[in-house]
């Protein structure tokens, strides 16, 4: 199941928990695991708060980590840094669904993190059943 979502800004994080656990509710996924896939580059899926301190703190981090200059990439269309945050971050994530409720810690959520947008961003969505 493709799941589209269009972020407003160049950085930016966007809670996706909501539309997950409705693809669950609406594909009737009961137990099992579901995994969650960016089809992207420049951005990255997390599983942590969704706060707005620590949102602006996941971007902090990874511009402390990666350069926005100095890249062979950039020569290419600017882009190497958030390229490789989201090469830090990761693209997917797998969360175990119970009852047909995404087992989530009580703060964690589902987080879409873009580097470069605004884009049209594409998650696939993967239930993989269990008895
Ligand atoms: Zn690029």
Redesign the pocket.
């Known amino acids: 199941l493709l799941l589209k979502k269009t972020s407003a800004k160049k950085q930016e994080a966007i809670d996706i928990t909501r539309e997950i656990q409705t693809a669950a509710d609406q594909n009737n996924w009961r137990n099992g695991a579901l995994f969650a896939f960016a089809r992207h580059?420049?951005c990255a899926l997390v599983l942590n708060e969704f706060e707005p301190r620590i949102c602006s703190d996941y971007f902090k981090l990874l511009e402390t980590l990666v350069n926005k200059k100095g890249w062979a990439?950039n020569e290419?269309?600017?882009?190497?840094a958030?390229?490789l945050a989201a090469c830090l971050v990761g693209s997917h994530c797998m969360i175990p669904v119970r009852e047909g409720r995404l087992a989530l810690g009580t703060w964690q959520k589902i987080i879409l993190l873009e580097f470069?947008g605004p884009r049209e961003r594409e998650i696939e969505l993967v239930f993989i059943e269990t008895k």
């Open positions: 580059c420049t990439h290419i269309d600017d882009n190497a958030a390229h470069d």
